[in-house]
């Protein structure tokens, strides 16, 4: 009796360890987005103190790309990574951004002058080409920034109208403004005295504000009706290669003669 007894017990432990021995089974847990052991095992573990452990499993799975996406990527990146980084410039350092970017303008345009009109028997003129990398590092390139906030703020519409009013304040208040405080500090900075630059003005300023009427009004309107605010100095930069190319070979004529 005693034995049969025995013997059941003994039958019931084996078949337990035996179900408890089987390939552990495993649950997946949406909540904490991990798969986690159930069943007998776990009590055993417990019983041979194991700590039980879940397996970390991602939200979604990995996608690994090809390699064609991925260079298509980086190419993006090379494309769009200078862009990106200028952008976030004008937004952080608008006048330090601006002014740097008017100043490299006006040292190509300088450069590109006097590639057209010296002679080749004469070298390039370094202090000219840092007057006018200097003018527009200095004076341009924040006047830009302060005009076009102004202007946007006076008439902050984009309608015809509005775009022609813009343009009419640029061609009539900062333009003329700029061209004589242009010619001005570069014949002071050349040496001339108040004579000399009062007659290279009557010489000169009325001229390069007649050929400004010709060039300027069409760039202006594309700078007023269709680029926001923060990137017109940038825009109205680019416009002004050429014209600087012009400018600077007005700038370099010889004095003019004082009455």
């Known amino acids: 009796m005693a034995s049969a007894f025995l013997r059941r017990q003994n039958l019931g432990i084996c078949q337990n360890f035996l179900s408890s021995s089987a390939p552990n089974r495993f649950i997946y847990s949406k909540n904490n987005h991990c798969w986690q052991q159930n069943g007998p095992y776990s009590r055993w573990s417990s019983f041979f103190r194991r700590d039980a452990k879940a397996v970390d ?42 002014s740097v970017t008017c100043s490299l303008i006006y040292i190509a345009a300088d450069l590109t002058s006097q590639a057209i009109g010296l002679p080749s028997t004469e070298s390039y003129d370094l202090v000219r080409t840092l007057r006018m990398a200097g003018y527009g590092m200095v004076i341009l390139g924040p006047s830009l920034h302060y005009w076009f906030n102004l202007v946007s703020r006076i008439l902050p519409g984009r309608d015809i109208i509005t775009t022609m009013k813009k343009m009419a304040l640029g061609q009539t208040v900062y333009g003329p403004c700029m061209t004589v405080l242009f010619f001005s500090l570069n014949a002071a900075l050349q040496g001339e005295d108040a004579d000399e630059i009062m007659a290279r003005l009557k010489r000169d300023l009325l001229p390069t504000m007649l050929n400004g ?18 990137l017109q100095p940038l825009v109205s930069n680019s416009f002004s290669y050429l014209w600087t190319v012009y400018m600077t070979y007005m700038a370099s004529l010889e004095k003019a003669t004082a009455a």
């Open 213 to 230: 009427v010709m060039y300027w009004p069409l760039c202006d309107f594309v700078t007023f009706k269709f680029v926001p605010v923060y």
């Open 57 to 98: 499993m991602p939200a979604t799975p990995f996608v690994f790309g090809s390699s064609s996406s991925s260079s298509s990527s980086s190419s993006s990146f090379s494309a769009f990574g200078f862009v990106g980084w200028y952008l976030g410039m004008v937004k952080s350092r608008p006048i330090v951004t601006k």
